[in-house]
T-cell receptor, first 113, second 107 residues
Framework: EAQVTQNPRYLITVTGKKLTVTCSQNMNHEYMSWYRQDPGLGLRQIYY???????DKGDVPEGYKVSRKEKRNFPLILESPSPNQTSLYFC????????????FGPGTRLTVL | SQKIEQNSEALNIQEGKTATLTCNYT??????LQWYRQDPGRGPVFLLLIRENEKEKRKERLKVTFDTTLKQSLFHITASQPADSATYLC??????FGAGTRLAVHP
């Protein structure tokens, strides 16, 4: 089944404790991205990647890191999480840049205390 | 700055009626616009894409229009059903998403 998977689905952590949210897609898509969704603000792009070893900042990259060492994986890293990073996070992938629908993962609900 | 606006208030309609959702944008000239459906606690699901040179696109009970002069897209669901109740998001190209409009279809 074609899908985007994220882990964990739910995470409660404390300020400053490094964490990684994994994202994997099995559709051989070139383009992957991370969004956060907050009430009233909609989806905001954090980082995106147009291919392996190619990443770039989205609208709200501060406090986040990403890597794209393999085509299928695009982990999101929070080196020192803070309470304002409490949010619902979505990973997405699409075949090509700028011309295709995006396939979203199920989301990761993160709470930073 | 670029801005995309969707009606933040929920839209309540009766089953069988046509639901019309609006997406307005400013300071942007998108090559295309997409509509997604999002159910509570789940990721958005792609519905339709319309390009700047297309006035209208249809898919089953769904219809999207795109007016680049007005900088507006309208999303219609005809013969609405309670199962259509969800939040609907519009997106310019694929970088800028609106906050979404919640649709509730009542039996």
């Amino acid at each position: 089944e074609a899908q985007v998977t994220q882990n964990p689905r739910y995470l409660i952590t404390v300020t400053g404790k490094k964490l990684t949210v994994t994202c994997s897609q099995n559709m051989n898509h070139e383009y992957m991205s991370w969004y956060r969704q907050d009430p009233g603000l909609g989806l905001r792009q954090i980082y995106y990647s147009m291919n392996v070893e190619v990443t770039d900042k989205g609208d709200v990259p501060e406090g986040y890191k990403v890597s794209r060492k393999e085509k299928r994986n695009f982990p999101l890293i929070l080196e020192s999480p803070s309470p304002n990073q409490t949010s619902l996070y979505f990973c997405a992938s699409s075949p090509r840049t700028g011309r295709d629908e995006q396939f979203f993962g199920p989301g990761t609900r993160l709470t930073v205390l | 700055s670029q801005k995309i606006e969707q009606n933040s208030e929920a839209l309540n309609i009766q089953e069988g009626k046509t639901a019309t959702l609006t997406c307005n944008y400013t300071n942007y000239s998108p090559a295309y616009l997409q509509w997604y459906r999002q159910d509570p606690g789940r990721g958005p699901v792609f519905l339709l894409l319309i390009r700047e040179n297309e006035k209208e696109k249809r898919k089953e009970r769904l219809k999207v229009t795109f007016d680049t002069t007005l900088k507006q897209s309208l999303f219609h669901i005809t013969a609405s059903q309670p199962a259509d109740s969800a939040t609907y998001l519009c997106a310019l190209n694929k970088l800028i998403f609106g906050a979404g409009t919640r649709l509730a279809v009542h039996p």
